[in-house]
């Protein structure tokens, strides 16, 4: 069975850069067709779609959040990481990761078969 565990910081001060790591277990990132995903939920509301790393290592990133997001792995420990920077208050929210199948696109979270517990972060002074 896959298993994801976010991992990093639950405060931020404002302006910092965000770093979060998944660990991935049961499975490895670089296996055919998989992609490897960060998703967050602020407080009272939906989820949001920030990015992913596919299996070959290529990135992809929402359009509202590609300026400051950068998600990079490491193959020899199975890991992806999450950097946001130039964090605000507006980014507090739990984080997520997750596996998403080739055969789904990227905000058809249902294709999402393995999730994180989510981690919580906030951002605040």
């Known amino acids: 069975q896959v298993q994801l565990q976010e991992s990093g910081p639950g405060l931020v001060k404002p302006s910092q850069t965000l770093t979060l790591t998944c660990t991935v277990s049961?499975?490895?990132?670089?296996?055919?067709?998989?992609?490897w995903n960060w998703i967050r939920q602020p407080p009272g509301k939906g989820l949001e779609w920030m990015g992913a790393?596919?299996?070959?290592?290529?990135?992809y990133y929402s359009s509202s959040l590609k300026s400051r997001t950068s998600i990079s792995r490491d193959t020899s420990k199975n890991q992806f990481t999450l950097q946001l920077s130039s964090v605000t208050p507006e980014d507090t929210a739990v984080y997520y990761c997750?596996?998403?199948?080739?055969?789904?696109?990227?905000?058809?979270?249902?294709?999402?078969?393995?999730w994180g517990k989510g981690t919580l972060v906030t951002v605040s002074s």
């Open positions: 049961g499975g490895s990132i670089t296996t055919n067709y998989y992609s």
């Open positions: 997750a596996r998403l199948s080739g055969s789904y696109y990227y905000t058809d979270y249902y294709g999402m078969d393995y």
């Open positions: 790393a596919t299996y070959s290592g290529s990135t």
